[in-house]
């Protein structure tokens, strides 16, 4: 085993990029990535901090919860999470991004990579408004990128099949998982959480 090193070691290993491959990247959004964004629920979003780390984290809402706000911009508001700002800090220090866009049932993927500003405008916060509740920040991402990712992984993970559906119970519940990762007395319910979960959704 051999650690590679240099762009002319790896190619090597691999076949030669079929054409299609190359010309599929768009500088802006077509119709057929509009409709897959507005139909996406659920999107991985990467960034890059300061200090060279990165980081990968999922948004998810009801399909179309990231606005096309023209061919060259998105919107993706930021609802409740853990806080942390993982991705808004990081975005502070580089606005690099990366998006995955995944739509349940289908095995092909969408790309759309560029920068983005984190923005709380009252009528940019108002257009994302749920149960009366607005997000603190939307991320307004101007594209540089945006292409169709093939349907291999997917399918050889068959991510989507309920027969490769694993029961939850085959996994500790999330609080007993922080339980022993952080040594608490006691640990929280699945039940409990998602309870705790569905008040602060929004």
Not at 2 to 25: D, F, G, N, Q, W
Not at 129 to 156: F, N, Q, S
């Amino acid at each position: 085993m051999a650690r590679i090193t240099r762009p002319e070691e790896l190619r090597a290993l691999y076949a030669e990029m079929r054409e299609r491959s190359r010309r599929k990247v768009l500088p802006a959004l077509d119709i057929h990535c509009r409709s897959f964004i507005g139909l996406s629920p659920l999107v991985m979003v990467s960034s890059f901090g300061a200090d060279g780390r990165a980081d990968v984290t999922p948004r998810g809402d009801a399909p179309g919860f990231v606005q096309v706000e023209d061919a060259g911009a998105l919107l993706l508001p930021d609802r409740p999470g853990n806080n942390r700002l993982d991705t808004l800090t990081n975005l502070l220090a580089n606005p690099a991004i990366g998006l995955l866009f995944l739509i349940p049932g289908v095995d092909e993927t969408l790309r759309v990579n560029g920068r983005a500003e984190i923005r709380d405008d009252a009528d940019l916060l108002a257009r994302f408004e749920i149960d009366g509740r607005r997000p603190a920040t939307v991320l307004r991402i101007e594209i540089e990128e945006a292409y169709m990712h093939c349907a291999k992984a997917l399918m050889r993970s068959r991510a989507w099949d309920p027969e490769r559906f694993l029961p939850r119970e085959r996994l500790p519940s999330m609080g007993e998982i922080l339980r022993d990762q952080l040594g608490l007395a006691t640990a929280e319910t699945q039940a409990e959480m998602l309870e705790r979960y569905r008040a602060t959704l929004y």
